[in-house]
Each structure stands twice: as C-alpha cells, then as structure tokens.
C-alpha cells in the first residue's frame, strides 16, 4: 500500500511517498468451540451454587521441570551448519568472479605465438 504525505522543510512543499505493508491478521475458531462456551451447566456444576464451584478449582503452584528437546537443538545446530556452509560458498563464488579469466581464445592464442616462436610444425 502506498501512502502519500506532503511536508514542507525551507518554505518548500515537499511530496513524501511511502510504501507501507499492511499485514491482515486472521484467526479462525472452529463453531463448535464458539457453542461450548454458551452452553448450560450440567451434572453437580449445575446443581451446586457458584461459591462452592469456585473452592473446587484449585491452581497447583509446585515447580514444573520442563526439558526441551535435544533433537530440536542438533536440528538447529545442523541449520546453523548449512546456513555457514552456503555463507562460505558464496563468499568464494565473489571472490572468484573478481579473477581474471582466460578465454578459450586467448589460450589458443598464446599456444600459436609458442609454435610460431618455437619454429615447430603444425
């Protein structure tokens, strides 16, 4: 999308034209989610008064160990491996491409001028 200021800087109007990416956030939720959330009370929930159904939920508060997977870790270091590989080849394609390169021609040429020195026959 582009979006168009005009500022004025030294008495002069200047036109700013900027190019802005919009970005559309959607999310989805399945209908069935969306029903459950109004739906009635059932069994002892709907029987019992509110009160005593907000005893009833209780929040652990002991310490839970989480252990990240190693596979994920050997997986990015293999990434991290071949992202480094790539950075290096393509620093030695630039620094190949800045050498001097012999055609087919100037190497034929330069064999003619030995034979034509050198007094050989063809």
Known sequence: RTAIDYTERD???????RQVKQIVNTSWTNDH???RLNMAKFGKAA???PATE???VVRSEEEVPIEISRKLAIQA???DEAEEKFYEESLTMAENMTQQKKAWTEINRLKQVERDEG???R
Do not use: C, E, M, W
């Open 77 to 79: 270091s293999v990434k």
């Open 47 to 49: 029987t019992n008064d």
């Open 54 to 56: 907000k005893v009833l």
């Open 33 to 35: 989610i969306k029903a």
């Open 11 to 17: 008495g002069k109007t200047y036109k700013v034209i």
């Open 119 to 121: 007094g050989t026959d």
